[in-house]
């Protein structure tokens, strides 16, 4: 009886608020600022330096590719070593096609093929258009 008792006078109905937000004391905009090209170039050519299994490399390419910019030379020759050294040839050549998507006309693409032809032939990599 005593444990009803104290059971009943223990538990409080609390009816909830309807339509009213909870105030987390800050503003909902978002406080990051915007990156430079120069710094997003740095940050992802670090990453692909110290990529060390297929998985890793396929996540920094998803991520790399889905800013509204074409990655620097820098960053696609990192991408390519990273591939080569994960030993995955179906991922060099993709890397080529994400830039051949990015681009916005044909000779853009032309000038990166014409940059990175020796870095192709270093590494034995060709392009989808040649097999």
Excluded: W
């Excluded at 390519?80 to 994400?98: C, H, K, P, Q, Y």
């Amino acid at each position: 009886m005593l444990r009803t008792v104290f059971r009943t006078s223990t538990l409080r109905v609390v009816a909830p608020r309807v339509g009213v937000m909870p105030s987390l004391g800050r503003s909902m905009a978002s406080s990051h600022g915007e990156e430079s090209f120069e710094s997003f170039s740095q940050r992802y050519e670090k990453f692909f330096a110290n990529v060390e299994d297929l998985f890793e490399l396929q996540r920094g390419l998803n991520n790399c590719f889905a800013y509204d910019l074409v990655p620097s030379v820098g960053v696609i020759e990192q991408a390519l070593r990273a591939s080569r050294r994960v030993n995955d040839f179906a991922t060099s050549v993709r890397i080529f096609e994400g830039i051949k998507q990015k681009v916005e006309n044909k000779n853009q693409y032309a000038a990166y093929l014409e940059e990175l032809k020796p870095l192709r032939e270093e590494l034995g990599i060709t392009l989808k258009e040649e097999l």
